[in-house]
Structures are given as structure tokens and as C-alpha cells.
């Protein structure tokens, strides 16, 4: 009787602990103090140079809601530099350096990593010439184009402003700017396995992906990028190695967009990009 009872009393118990766990999971820290939770395990992770442990960190912070520390762009730096993504890694150091100023906790240590991104870039470059590789080229800064390509493209597309001009030029140059994991034979009529789609909402260009998955489930993700405080001058570039060219996210240099490997094309979007940035920018001061 006695033996019985104990077991009873511990199931009790284990139903308890059980009930504190759930009840955990289910009454999450707000954005505010998770935010401050992840910044530090990211500075320890850092500390530790356990960077994929730190990466994981960080991608969970760009997920959050909410204003981040300056220290989210100087981390975010260290990692992206260890990792060998030079631009992103220049970008989120200098974001830091923008935000933090000379009174920034890192900002000496900052100014010395970006010295070192570039050190690395040009010996990344002097070795892949030696090999006779053409690894990389230099990113390009995309100055937009005046107003008589504009009215070009309203007149082409018959668009009814610069604005819609612009996303339609922009998804016809991604419409066959796909990436794909095979290419020896790229067929127009076959779907590739990552590509986008532009839509303008407003004061927000919407970014959809959609990529193919193994078993030819299409998953798609929508990204919103807001014009204000955004520069106009988008980055790209194009790596042999993985066979694709990219488009940087204006707002911290991260990888935005995956292109299949054609270097006029991804410099095209990009351009088109920047144009389709800076109109909705004037067309919202004009307006205010």
C-alpha cells in the first residue's frame, strides 16, 4: 500500500515539472527582453569563438520584432567575417560604427576588422588570379539612371508611373534570372529552384521567394523592405564557386536575393533595384 502511494506521489510530481515545462515554453520572454537574452548569448558564444553557435544567435535576433543594439551589428560583423562573407561583414561593421560612434564599447576593435576585410578581399582576390580563377568580381555601386530611361520603361511597359515601371522591369529580369542546381540544361519552360518575385505596397517593396524543394514542393517566403532611411545604392555580386550571383539587402549588406550566374543580368537587378528605391523615396517627400 505504502509502495503504491509513493509512485502515485512521484507521477504527481513528474506531471508537475511537466506542467512548469509547458507552461515555459508557452510564456515567452517579450521581444524586448529576448532581444537582450540573445544579445548576450551571442557575446558569450563570440567570446567562446564558437561562431556557428553565435550564428544561430544572430539569425534568431534578425527574426525578432523591435530595435536592435548597436552590438548586434558588430557581432553580427565578427561572424560574418570568420565565416569568409566579406561584404556582409564590412556592412553590419560599418552599421556599428554609424550607430555606435567614437564612444562605442567596440568601436576601436570595428574600424581594425573592417582594415582586416579588406586585407583579406585583396589577397582572396590576388590568389584566385594566381590560380587563374575568376572567384569574384568587385561589387558594384548602382548610381541610379536619369529620367529619360524611366519614361523609357513606362513607355515600354505601358506602365502608368515610374514606380510600376520599375517592378515590372525588374520581375522580367528575374523571371529568367532563376538559380538552379543544375546547370548544364536550363530550360525556360522548367521552374528554377530559387527565384523572386517584386510587388510595390505602398511605402514597402515586397521581395517573395519561392524555392523548389526536393520533392517539388514549392515553399514560398515574403520579405518587406521598407524604403525609409534605406540607400538607394544596391551591392551584388557573383561567385564562380557556388555558380550564382547575389543581391545585398541595402539595410545590413546580408544576402537578399540568389541568382543564377549571369553577371549583366544581376547587375541589371540590382540597378533596377536602387532605381525602384530611390523613386518611391521621392515620390513619398514630394508627397508629404
Known amino acids: 500500500m505504502v509502495k503504491i502511494t509513493r509512485i502515485g506521489r512521484r507521477s504527481a510530481c513528474g506531471l508537475f515539472l511537466a506542467s512548469l515545462l509547458m507552461a515555459g515554453q508557452v510564456d515567452a520572454l517579450e ?9 548576450l548569448a551571442t557575446e558569450e558564444a563570440v567570446t567562446g569563438e564558437n561562431w556557428g553557435e553565435a550564428g544561430e544567435y544572430l539569425n534568431r535576433l534578425q527574426q525578432l520584432e523591435g530595435d536592435k543594439p548597436a552590438d548586434y551589428y558588430y557581432f553580427r560583423g565578427r561572424v560574418m567575417l570568420e565565416a569568409g562573407h566579406f561584404n556582409e561583414a564590412r556592412a553590419a561593421l560599418e552599421r556599428y ?15 581594425n576588422l573592417i582594415t582586416r576585410v579588406e586585407k583579406e578581399r585583396k589577397q582572396e582576390g590576388a590568389n584566385a588570379s594566381e590560380n587563374g580563377q575568376d572567384k569574384s ?19 515600354l511597359y505601358l506602365a502608368e508611373s515610374d514606380e510600376q515601371a ?3 522591369h525588374a520581375n522580367t529580369l528575374l523571371g529568367a534570372a532563376g538559380w538552379r542546381a543544375d546547370q548544364r540544361i536550363v530550360r525556360l519552360d522548367q521552374p528554377a529552384d530559387i527565384a523572386y518575385t517584386l510587388d510595390r505596397r505602398n511605402d514597402t517593396i515586397s521581395i517573395q521567394e519561392s524555392r523548389r524543394e526536393d520533392n517539388d514542393r514549392v ?11 534605406v540607400n538607394p545604392q544596391v551591392e551584388w555580386n557573383c561567385e564562380s564557386s557556388t ?3 547575389w543581391i545585398y539587402d541595402p539595410r545590413d549588406g546580408s544576402r537578399l536575393m540568389k541568382l543564377s550566374e549571369d553577371r549583366e543580368r ?10 525602384l528605391i530611390k523613386t518611391m523615396q521621392g515620390a513619398s517627400q514630394s508627397g508629404s
Open 219 to 229: 515553399v514560398r517566403t515574403t520579405e518587406s523592405l521598407g524604403v525609409f532611411g
Open 31 to 39: 521581444p524586448e527582453h529576448e532581444i537582450r537574452r540573445l544579445m
Open 137 to 155: 568580381e568587385p561589387v558594384a555601386i548602382i548610381e541610379p539612371a536619369g529620367e529619360e530611361s524611366l519614361e523609357n520603361l513606362k513607355q
Open 166 to 168: 520599375l517592378v515590372i
Open 243 to 245: 555558380s550564382s550571383c
Open 97 to 111: 560604427v554609424s550607430r555606435a560612434g567614437e564612444d562605442g564599447e567596440h568601436y576601436r576593435d570595428a574600424l
Open 266 to 275: 544581376a547587375r541589371e537587378i540590382a540597378r533596377t533595384l536602387g532605381r
